[in-house]
């Protein structure tokens, strides 16, 4: 089983940058894949960034070329925003799941969140 948290979230401008950390709890961590989510209130969580275990990467069009998932061998995922927008603003989910994908059904295990609040 793998527990996850993350860190780094607050608000900032709109154009500005955040990054985002999430800390899992097992060594096994290394063969998951792991993603970044987020979700608005009234609205279906979306899957924003995933990387597998070799390092292939995966980004939804609305974040592609201003988000950067990356992990290191200590157990840490990251998520870079840059150029950020009001509409980036959510409270934002690091997940571990088994297969390679964006879609939340593929992903077993979830941080609480971190909100990220871009005032434009």
């Known amino acids: 089983q793998v527990q996850l948290v993350e860190s780094g979230g607050g608000s900032v401008q709109a154009g500005g940058s955040l990054r985002l950390s999430c800390e899992a709890s097992t060594l096994t961590y290394r063969y998951y894949v792991m993603g970044w989510f987020r979700q608005v209130p009234g609205k279906e969580r979306e899957g924003v960034a995933a990387?597998?275990?070799?390092?292939?990467t995966s980004y939804s069009a609305s974040v592609k070329g201003r988000f950067t998932i990356s992990r290191d061998n200590a157990k840490t995922l990251y998520l870079e925003m840059n150029s950020l927008k009001a509409e980036d603003t959510a409270m934002y989910y690091c997940?571990?799941?088994?297969?390679?994908?964006?879609?939340?059904?593929?992903?077993?295990?979830w941080g609480q969140g971190t909100q990220v609040t871009v005032s434009s």
């Open positions: 997940a571990a799941g088994s297969r390679y994908s964006l879609r939340t059904a593929d992903f077993s295990y």
């Open positions: 990387i597998g275990g070799g390092g292939m």
